[in-house]
């Protein structure tokens, strides 16, 4: 059986520790903390055509025309 003066150093340690653990900011995260919204700071683009390589297209049997309202397209 433990004496009272030993009982009380044990919980005064352990009451010490958690005092001292709280202080640091090393207590444990609430498992239903609310996750960081990852959409916040994304954006989704369309994608987008800005001109065609006509070396690339003639290796590939196409050739590069442009259409009336100044726009290029690719023919094969």
Do not use: C, K, Y
């Not at 444990?28 to 994304?42: C, G, K, L, W």
């Amino acid at each position: 059986m433990t004496s009272t003066s030993a009982r009380r150093r044990s919980v005064s340690a352990a009451a010490l520790l958690a005092l001292a653990l709280a202080a640091s900011g090393l207590t444990p995260i609430p498992a239903n903390a609310a996750a960081p919204d990852s959409t916040a700071s994304t954006a989704t683009l369309g994608m987008a055509l800005f001109g065609f390589d006509a070396e690339v297209a003639n290796a590939h049997g196409h050739r590069i025309v442009t259409l009336p309202d100044g726009s290029q397209a690719s023919v094969p």
